[in-house]
C-alpha cells in the first residue's frame, strides 16, 4: 500500500456536450501508427514519410491556426514546422489529426470535476479542429501507470483512478492506454536509457524539487528524482515509437523538454483554461478555484510530464 492517503469521494463523470463528443473521432486502442513499424526492430530508425503537397500544408495551415491560439497554449510549440508536417501527413491520409498526452495520478483515488474540466477543455480543442476539417482530431490519453507506482502509490488505488479517468474519456470519443503496457511490449528500448549528459541542472533542480512534495517511494528523494528521469529517457523513445506521426501535449512548460518525446511536435497546453496549467490530478477533491498563471507559476513535479 502506498503511504500516501486517498482523499476525495467518488464523482460522476458526465459526458461532454453533444456536440462536442461528435467533433472528436475515437480510437480505442493504442496501436502503433503507421505501417512501417511492423517487424521493425527497436534500433531501426523510423521510415521518412511522404512529402505533404501543396494542398495538404495549406490546409494543414489553416488547421494549425485553429488550435495553436492562446486560448489554449500556454507559450509558442516546440516545432511549429514539424506541428505543420504532422498535420499535413493526416490531412493528406483523410485522417484525423493525432494528439498524445501523459495522465498522471496524485493523492486522490478518484476522478472528479477537475478531471471532467480538464477533459472538457481538451474537448473543446477538438472542437476547433472539427470545425475546419471534417475528420476532426483524435485524442490518446497515456495513463502513467509507471509514474504514479514509482510514487508509491497501491496498484489497487492506481486502477481505481485510471479507470475513472478511462469512463470519462471514452464518453468524450478520447482513447487511452496505460504507459507500463507501451513500454513493456517495446521489448529492448524499454530496458535502458542513460542518464543524458545533456540534462540541464536546472531540470534536476526542479525535479528534486517536485520529488521531495510528491514522492512516497523507497530510498531517498534524490533517488526518487534520478530514477524518474531515467524512467522518461526510456518513456520518451517508447512514446514516439508508438505514435510516430503525432502532436505530443503537455501541460508542463518548456524548461522540461529534455523529458517529453524529441522527435514529436510539443504543445504546451494549459490544463483547466487559459491561464490555468496545474494537472488536475495533484487538485484536491474540495478546492477553491485555481490560480491562474498570473497569480502562480505551476511547479514541475514528476507524474506530471
Same mark, same amino acid.
Given at each position: !500500500?502506498?503511504?500516501?492517503?486517498?482523499?476525495?469521494?467518488?464523482?460522476?463523470?458526465?459526458?461532454?456536450?453533444?456536440?462536442?463528443?461528435?467533433?472528436?473521432?475515437?480510437?480505442?486502442?493504442?496501436?502503433?501508427?503507421?505501417?512501417?513499424?511492423?517487424?521493425?526492430?527497436?534500433?531501426?530508425?523510423?521510415?521518412?514519410?511522404?512529402?505533404?503537397?501543396?494542398?495538404?500544408?495549406?490546409?494543414?495551415?489553416?488547421?494549425?491556426?485553429?488550435?495553436?491560439?492562446?486560448?489554449?497554449?500556454?507559450?509558442?510549440?516546440?516545432?511549429?514546422?514539424?506541428?505543420?508536417?504532422?498535420?499535413?501527413?493526416? =490531412?493528406?491520409?483523410?485522417? +484525423?489529426?493525432?494528439?498524445?498526452?501523459?495522465?498522471?495520478?496524485? +493523492?486522490?483515488?478518484?476522478?472528479?470535476?477537475?478531471?471532467?474540466?480538464?477533459?472538457?477543455?481538451?474537448?473543446?480543442?477538438?472542437?476547433?479542429?472539427?470545425?475546419? #476539417?471534417?475528420?476532426?482530431?483524435?485524442?490518446?490519453?497515456?495513463?502513467?501507470?509507471?509514474?504514479?507506482?514509482?510514487?508509491?502509490?497501491?496498484?489497487?488505488?492506481?486502477?481505481?483512478?485510471?479507470?475513472?479517468?478511462? !469512463?470519462?474519456?471514452?464518453?468524450?470519443?478520447?482513447?487511452?492506454?496505460?504507459?507500463?503496457?507501451?513500454?513493456?511490449?517495446?521489448? !529492448?528500448?524499454?530496458?535502458?536509457? +542513460?542518464?543524458?549528459?545533456?540534462?540541464?541542472?536546472?531540470?534536476?533542480?526542479?525535479?528534486?524539487?517536485?520529488?521531495?512534495?510528491? #514522492?512516497?517511494?523507497?530510498?531517498?528523494?534524490?533517488?526518487?528524482?534520478?530514477?524518474?528521469?531515467?524512467?522518461?529517457?526510456?518513456?520518451?523513445?517508447?512514446?514516439?515509437?508508438?505514435?510516430?506521426?503525432?502532436?505530443? =501535449?503537455?501541460?508542463?512548460?518548456?524548461?522540461?523538454?529534455?523529458?517529453?518525446?524529441?522527435?514529436?511536435?510539443?504543445? #504546451? !497546453?494549459?490544463?483547466?483554461?487559459?491561464?490555468?496549467?496545474?494537472?488536475?490530478?495533484?487538485?484536491?477533491?474540495?478546492?477553491?478555484?485555481?490560480?491562474?498563471?498570473?497569480?502562480?507559476?505551476?511547479? +514541475?513535479?514528476?507524474?506530471?510530464?
Amino acid at each position: !500500500m502506498s503511504g500516501v492517503a486517498c482523499g476525495g469521494s467518488a464523482a460522476a463523470l458526465s459526458p461532454a456536450p453533444e456536440r462536442q463528443r461528435a467533433a472528436t473521432n475515437t480510437i480505442f486502442n493504442c496501436k502503433p501508427s503507421g505501417d512501417d513499424r511492423a517487424g521493425r526492430s527497436p534500433a531501426e530508425p523510423i521510415k521518412p514519410s511522404r512529402v505533404p503537397s501543396g494542398d495538404a500544408l495549406a490546409s494543414a495551415g489553416k488547421i494549425l491556426r485553429a488550435f495553436n491560439t492562446w486560448a489554449f497554449k500556454r507559450e509558442q510549440p516546440s516545432d511549429a514546422e514539424l506541428m505543420l508536417r504532422t498535420i499535413a501527413e493526416a =490531412v493528406a491520409a483523410a485522417e +484525423p489529426v493525432p494528439f498524445v498526452l501523459y495522465w498522471g495520478k496524485g +493523492p486522490r483515488c478518484d476522478a472528479g470535476a477537475h478531471e471532467v474540466q480538464c477533459l472538457d477543455f481538451l474537448g473543446a480543442l477538438a472542437a476547433r479542429i472539427a470545425a475546419v #476539417y471534417a475528420p476532426g482530431a483524435a485524442l490518446t490519453l497515456i495513463l502513467t501507470d509507471t509514474h504514479a507506482e514509482h510514487n508509491g502509490h497501491s496498484r489497487e488505488h492506481i486502477r481505481q483512478y485510471f479507470d475513472d479517468v478511462k !469512463m470519462a474519456a471514452e464518453r468524450r470519443g478520447f482513447a487511452t492506454c496505460w504507459l507500463g503496457h507501451l513500454v513493456k511490449a517495446a521489448g !529492448m528500448l524499454g530496458t535502458a536509457a +542513460p542518464l543524458d549528459a545533456a540534462v540541464s541542472q536546472d531540470m534536476l533542480g526542479r525535479l528534486m524539487a517536485s520529488a521531495q512534495k510528491w #514522492y512516497q517511494g523507497p530510498g531517498t528523494t534524490e533517488e526518487g528524482a534520478l530514477t524518474y528521469l531515467r524512467m522518461n529517457l526510456i518513456e520518451q523513445r517508447v512514446v514516439e515509437r508508438a505514435f510516430p506521426r503525432s502532436i505530443f =501535449v503537455t501541460f508542463n512548460g518548456s524548461e522540461l523538454r529534455g523529458l517529453f518525446p524529441r522527435h514529436m511536435p510539443i504543445f #504546451y !497546453m494549459y490544463s483547466l483554461r487559459r491561464g490555468v496549467a496545474v494537472k488536475p490530478w495533484f487538485l484536491p477533491a474540495q478546492s477553491t478555484r485555481p490560480e491562474s498563471e498570473d497569480d502562480r507559476a505551476p511547479t +514541475p513535479h514528476p507524474d506530471a510530464a
